[in-house]
């Protein structure tokens, strides 16, 4: 015959559910137009990364236009 499983009390079932919890995103400000973004990724309105500019957002503009 099987044996029915233990229980585990409640102290132990909600340890175990505090990892399910969800996190904030963590924000940086951007170098070039100070808006929030994620980090380590390049800034989807100006293009800039690290001071730098890695994607040409004109070139989005004016494909949209035509």
């Not at 990892?19 to 293009?47: D, Q, R, S, W």
């Amino acid at each position: 015959m099987p044996v029915a499983r233990q229980r585990h009390t409640k102290a132990r079932r909600d340890r175990a559910r505090v990892f399910l919890k969800l996190k904030p995103k963590k924000l940086v400000e951007c170098t070039n137009c100070k808006t929030e973004i994620v980090p380590h990724k390049a800034c989807p309105k100006c293009g800039y990364y690290k001071g730098k500019e890695v994607i040409d957002t004109m070139k989005k503009v004016n494909k949209k236009k035509k």
